[in-house]
């Protein structure tokens, strides 16, 4: 099968309509941008073997990689648009395909989000690269620069969950948490919610103790976390203190927001959005760095989340 039959087959369900006036099948799509409005843009990439478990089923992969940039446009409370797709294969697998462009579309079309474009080339491993596109009403993302003392730092959801499934598949074991590892849920409602109420927020891809950093560092703030407010499934709350906080503070991709609000605001929130399930874990403080407390008492924990290289 060439390239463009591939293309059409399987990557051409969307097709130009209302704001997208060219999608698949030109050299660009082309797009409105709705007036007052700003684009938000982010690339993700996955590498078989490096971003997933080389068993992961190929609709699984098609999810998660729309699933990690939707996480992103969320975490700058943007609303979703449309993506493209850099897909790179080894070889051509039809059903691989076909299951992978099934999970592709269905988390696309949960969330209003168009495919519009991409490139389809060989390479020795999988790897598939997405850019999204959403909007945000002009001046309203919420960057990671904008954390203030006293501040309520919060997440969203279940921290570690992802990291504990990890490491029961590469013991080779089942997981009741599998889903959470190969279908994380963006969090895009709360994300566009939290416009107006958050001063800072990041996605957790890389570990909470490392992408709460990325927020300090930018905002020049430190913080005082509560490890024992920090919300986790069952499974996890009677391990070992070391392996316990391992997932919680420094395993990834659960793709929950961590966000840090005034407490006023924080009770705003919750009172006008009581259907969100969101934490607070702690404070941000003057001071660089994070001090960590368990049932008030300081503990000591080495923070170290994913790093590529
Ligand atoms: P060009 O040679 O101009 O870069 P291509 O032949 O690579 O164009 O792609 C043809 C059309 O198919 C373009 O509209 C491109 O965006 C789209 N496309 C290519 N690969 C994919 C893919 N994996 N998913 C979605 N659209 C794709
Ligand atoms: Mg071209």
């Not at 098609?62 to 975490?75: E, Q, R, Y």
């Not at 959470?180 to 103790?209: C, F, N, T, W």
Request: hydrophobic fraction near 40%; proline fraction near 4%.
């Amino acid at each position: 099968m060439s390239e463009f039959s591939l293309i059409a087959q399987h990557f051409s369900r969307h097709q130009a309509t209302n704001d997208i006036a060219i999608s698949v099948g030109d050299d660009c799509a082309v797009v409105d941008v709705p007036v007052g409005h700003q684009l938000v843009i982010c690339t993700d990439t996955m590498v078989a073997n490096r971003h997933y478990p080389s068993d992961t089923p190929a609709h699984a992969i098609g999810h998660k990689a729309v699933a990690v940039n939707l996480s992103d446009l969320s975490a700058m409370g943007a609303t979703p648009h449309s993506i493209t797709l850099a897909l790179s294969l080894p070889s051509y697998d039809e059903a691989w395909v076909a299951d992978f462009a099934d999970g592709l579309y269905a988390i696309c079309d949960r969330y209003g989000v168009k495919l519009i474009g991409g490139d389809t080339t060989y390479a020795p491993t999988t790897a598939i690269s997405v850019t999204a596109v959403g909007y945000i009403p002009k001046h309203q993302a919420i960057t990671r620069h904008g954390a203030m003392v006293d501040d309520v730092i919060c997440v969203s959801g279940h921290i570690g969950s992802a990291s504990f499934a990890l490491s029961q598949i590469l013991q080779n074991q089942p997981s009741q948490l599998r889903d959470k590892l190969d279908y994380p849920e963006p969090q895009v409602a709360l994300g566009q919610a939290l416009r107006g109420y958050a001063h800072s927020m990041i996605d957790i891809s890389d570990g909470l103790g490392q992408d709460l950093g990325h927020i300090l560092a930018a905002s020049g703030v430190g913080a005082r976390l509560d490890l024992d407010k920090i919300p986790c499934h069952t499974l996890l709350e009677h391990l070992p203190f070391a392996q316990k906080y391992q997932h919680i503070i420094n395993g990834g991709d659960d793709y929950q927001l961590c966000f840090t609000m005034n407490k006023e605001k924080f009770d705003q929130f919750q009172a006008n959005f009581p259907h969100f399930s969101i934490h607070a874990i702690g404070e941000i403080v003057a001071d660089g760095g994070v001090q960590l407390f368990e049932h008030g008492q300081a503990v000591a924990f080495d923070i170290k989340g994913f790093e590529h290289f």
